[in-house]
């Protein structure tokens, strides 16, 4: 039997989208091209929204943000990752005037909840470069460009803070990061795939590093390895690690979905 995770699923659906000769929910949007290899993708200069609505292969709805999103060829799409996260923007005051850290954006949603939340400032990262043109593309649409950065992280350096300054401190650090221990062999893998937990090192090793006092840091995770992992990696560097969740990892398959949402408590952090 060859078993495949629900965020394969979603990316093997989105992809078969993007080949058939169905249209987007709007009719002013032209149907994409054929997908490309994404490791062929000239990331240097991404290009500006107006020029991107071929990259389009869908729209969504996302409770509590005004408008639909766009979804993006080569973009992993899986909501119900975030969802007790988004909800978490949308009921309390967590982000509101504050700086905020995204690592991973895919097609932007947490940000851009986050900026419908009244952040001030998003930086958002991503390794994909179709990715931050999605994001860049949601953004403009939803007028919340002013206030949502993005950063392509280069494949050569695929750190979580490589793109991230020295000095530079958030109030708020989220991420959705890939849990899953296969090798990347297209850009777009990189959304499910962390070879060795590498990824989740780096973020975990510098994190103190880049949250202000009493700053907050939420992960969303839905593998039970990854969350066991997290939570060893957290212990050794001294951090402690609360889950936002009811559910017991012990009675959850492997994969699950929605994701379940952690708090990293760093040394500096309440």
Request: aromatic share 6%; with cysteine.
């Amino acid at each position: 039997m060859i078993c495949v995770s629900q965020r394969q699923v979603t990316l093997l659906l989105l992809l078969a989208i993007s080949i058939g000769c169905g249209r987007t929910d709007r009719a002013s949007t032209p149907e994409p091209p054929k997908p490309e290899s994404a490791l062929s993708v000239d990331d240097s200069e991404p290009a500006q929204p107006e020029k991107l609505s071929h990259e389009i292969i869908d729209w969504a709805a996302v409770e509590g943000l005004p408008e639909e999103i766009a979804l993006f060829n080569h973009v992993f799409w899986e909501p119900n990752d975030t969802l007790s996260l988004r909800q978490l923007l949308r009921t309390t005051d967590l982000v509101k005037g504050r700086s905020v850290l995204e690592i991973g954006t895919g097609t932007g949603i947490v940000a851009l909840c986050c900026a419908q939340a009244g952040a001030a400032k998003v930086i958002a990262t991503d390794i994909n470069p179709w990715a931050i043109r999605n994001c860049m593309f949601n953004a403009k649409q939803l007028k919340f460009d002013k206030r949502i950065e993005l950063r392509q992280v280069s494949q050569k350096s695929p750190d979580a803070w490589s793109v991230i300054g020295p000095k530079e401190r958030f109030d708020v650090i989220v991420s959705n990061p890939p849990w899953e221990p296969g090798s990347p062999t297209r850009v777009e893998d990189f959304a499910f795939y962390d070879p060795d937990f590498q990824l989740m090192k780096s973020l975990v090793t510098n994190l103190p590093n880049h949250v202000k006092p009493n700053g907050r840091v939420f992960l969303a995770y839905g593998c039970v390895t990854a969350i066991r992992k997290l939570q060893s990696l957290t212990t050794d560097h001294g951090m402690t690690f609360t889950v936002h969740d009811d559910r017991s990892l012990d009675d959850l398959t492997e994969n699950f979905l929605p994701g379940m949402l952690i708090e990293i408590h760093t040394a500096n952090a309440r």
